[in-house]
């Protein structure tokens, strides 16, 4: 099994930025394409961003342009640079593998003001 524990959030003004971090454990070598997630209440959950195994990376229109996706495999991590933050961006984000969906994590609760 694999477990994501999420961490970096909090509450920050519009226009700031925060950086979001997902530490995995377990059978790392299993997973696959890895995505940050976000589920504001009332709100279906959704991908934000995304990124291959190769590097690639994919973000939705809501969000390019403003964050950005990486990964350090040696650390097993993968962090999400959030710029330019919108009141529409509070949510409480996720990581996961977006092929082979895991057991979701606590995630973290991004709070933007204003």
């Known amino acids: 099994q694999v477990t994501l524990v999420e961490s970096g959030g909090g509450l920050v003004q519009a226009g700031g930025s925060l950086r979001l971090s997902c530490v995995a454990s377990g059978s790392i070598s299993s997973l696959n394409a890895m995505g940050w997630y976000r589920q504001a209440p009332g709100k279906q959950r959704e991908l934000v961003a995304s990124?291959?195994?190769?590097?690639?990376?994919n973000y939705a229109d809501s969000v390019k342009g403003r964050f950005s996706i990486s990964k350090d495999n040696a650390k097993n991590a993968l962090y999400l640079q959030m710029n330019s933050l919108k009141s529409e961006d509070t949510a409480v984000y996720y990581c996961n593998d977006i092929i082979v969906l895991r057991s979701w994590g606590q995630g973290t609760q991004v709070t933007v003001s204003s």
């Open positions: 990124i291959t195994k190769r590097g690639s990376t």
